[in-house]
């Protein structure tokens, strides 16, 4: 068993072995004239420390999953107008004697480019 320092309130105990109450080793191990209260294993303290971290790191991937979700509707929103917009063209194109798949390759190539 280890004490804390400088007149801490906390005692730390290790046990090899399951108490079938939760705590009566170390109750027996301190002092029996001394009130113990509020025994913990090492897991409860460790999730207690760490709740709140999960907590916010769930909010961040919520909104980092939002930002992606709304990023993928705004590139089909664009991709979608510029195809939409060049519709008559593409009817131009297939009349002339284009192959559908060059028309596709062309819009995915304009697609894939960056413009500004």
Do not use: H
């Not at 080793?25 to 025994?39: A, E, K």
């Not at 979700?69 to 917009?85: D, N």
Request: charged share 20%; with cysteine.
């Amino acid at each position: 068993m280890r004490m804390s320092p400088r007149g801490s309130e906390s005692a730390t105990a290790r046990a090899f072995r399951r108490c079938g109450v939760q705590g009566q080793m170390t109750r027996g191990d301190i002092d029996r004239d001394q009130p113990v209260g509020n025994v913990v294993t090492l897991r409860e303290l460790i999730n207690d420390k760490l709740e709140a971290r999960r907590w916010n790191t769930l909010v961040i991937t919520l909104f980092g999953v939002l930002a992606i979700s709304l990023t993928k509707v705004g590139v089909f929103g664009l991709v979608s107008y510029s195809i939409t917009s060049r519709f008559a063209e593409t009817g131009v194109r297939m009349a002339v004697g284009a192959c559908p798949s060059s028309i596709l390759l062309m819009f995915l190539r304009e697609t894939l480019t960056f413009r500004s």
